[in-house]
């Protein structure tokens, strides 16, 4: 039996329901399910029952198993037992099984029609999900809305790759679909490496890999891409010479109710996530999401990739996040407080402005900032979730990295990690 849901805006009840996905454990659904819980929301997650830090908090309600065998019914009770207001998905693959559910649900109208309905209210346009989850689509899409976007062309063959090679310099970068937090992302500065990244992720995902992401991550998600044999498609596209950057922003079908924008002072690794940012006006970044959201008439939360042109100043897109990102759960004051703005459309009330939580424009995520042992910490707003003790154990200790085989992997390799640890950029002004 499929769920029957009812138009948000007309609900008498004060309290929305929202459901988070996460097939990962990193800080994001924690982090939005305090806020959600914070502003009077019925806050639910489907995930992995084991280490995941969102149940380590005081705001979920309930919980449900998110099977990697079956994504696609863990989904299905979960959202029948919920029957939330809006799902969230805090991660990649999460938003790609609910455009799969969506895409099986869209064929079985007469018994499933409000869920794919839910799916459309809480991501937006059915029509947008393909080309939000394409690197090469995406950028194609800014480019012809007159964004600046580096020079990027699809590699499919490795003849695609040496046609690129000819007309563009090195350095430059690989970027493979369907990865996130810097992995899948490569800086090659030679043939070789371009070759050798390219055999690498375009071949389907081998057995080896998922067993080895299960064993040393606990992640039994990768042996999906692995039984159905997928490839990833594969981008290059030019180096730009300067800082990255990124904005999240909080859109309702394609108009963005509020965004952050931010400049990263420090990364974990030369292509990781940032752990350090610096909090900007950003006009240009908040254009480029404000013309993203209307011509793909998007929903919920999603963020954008940019690099700062040494020089010029010019932010160029590199990517799309189709998901919340780090600074989502922030609230900074009117126009940059995603959560508040959310609750109010979902509940139909004027939104209330909330007191931004810091006016120090320097912030450090927790708990990357500290797995870097960063000297600029002192100086930022140090972004701890202080009255959830258990929550900041998980993070100081995830569940994962405690296993004896991660802690033999990661001696194995500690050479290797520690070498490319830390990557600060240059800090403007």
């Not at 600046?148 to 000819?166: C, F, G, M, N, S």
């Not at 919920?300 to 010029?312: A, P, Q, R």
């Not at 002192?378 to 009255?387: A, K, L």
């Amino acid at each position: 039996m499929h769920p029957q849901f009812t138009n948000v805006e007309s609900q008498s009840s004060p309290a929305p329901r929202i459901l988070l996905t996460d097939t990962d454990r990193r800080p994001y659904a924690a982090r939005l399910a305090l806020e959600f819980a914070r502003s009077g929301c019925e806050v639910y997650i489907v995930c992995s029952m084991y280490g995941h830090p969102a149940l380590k908090t005081t705001a979920v309600r309930k919980s449900y198993r998110y099977s990697a065998l079956s994504p696609r019914r863990s989904l299905m009770r979960a959202v029948a037992d919920s029957r939330p207001d809006l799902i969230v998905p805090c991660d990649d693959r999460g938003v790609r099984h609910l455009h799969e559910l969506w895409q099986w649900v869209s064929t079985q109208r007469e018994t499933a029609g409000d869920l794919a309905e839910l799916i459309e209210r809480s991501l937006g346009s059915s029509v947008s999900f393909a080309t939000a989850s394409s690197r090469y689509d995406l950028l194609q899409l800014a480019a012809a809305d007159g964004f600046p976007v580096p020079q990027t062309a699809a590699i499919r063959t490795p003849e695609d790759l040496k046609a690129w090679q000819e007309n563009q310099a090195f350095p430059w970068l690989l970027k493979a679909d369907e990865t996130w937090g810097g992995r899948g992302v490569r800086i090659v500065s030679n043939e070789e490496e371009a070759a050798q990244f390219f055999l690498d992720v375009s071949r389907p995902f081998r057995l080896k890999r998922a067993i080895k992401r299960m064993c040393i991550n606990r992640d039994p998600f990768w042996f999906q891409p692995w039984w159905r044999s997928r490839k990833p498609a594969v981008i290059a596209q030019a180096y730009i010479e300067g800082r990255p950057a990124n904005c999240g922003v909080l859109c309702w079908q394609g108009e963005v109710l509020a965004g952050i924008a931010v400049e990263v002072v420090s990364t974990v690794g030369a292509t990781g996530p940032a752990s350090i940012v610096r909090v900007v006006d950003g006009p240009m970044m908040l254009d480029c999401a404000r013309s993203l959201a209307s011509c793909l008439r998007l929903s919920g939360f999603f963020g954008l990739d940019f690099m700062i042109e040494e020089g010029s100043g010019k932010p160029y897109l590199i990517e799309m996040n189709p998901r919340s990102t780090p600074v989502c759960h922030l609230r900074l004051g009117a126009g940059r407080d995603m959560i508040s703005a959310l609750c109010a459309k979902l509940t139909g009330k004027q939104m209330v402005d909330e007191p931004p939580v810091t006016e120090n424009d320097m912030i450090a995520y927790f708990p990357q900032a500290w797995a870097c042992e960063n000297a600029l910490l002192q100086s930022c707003f140090q972004d701890i979730p202080r009255d959830e003790p258990d929550l900041i154990k998980e993070f100081l200790s995830p569940w994962p990295e405690r296993s004896f085989l991660f802690q033999l992997n990661h001696s194995l390799h500690r050479t290797k990690v520690s070498s490319a640890s830390t990557f600060h950029t240059h800090i403007p002004g």
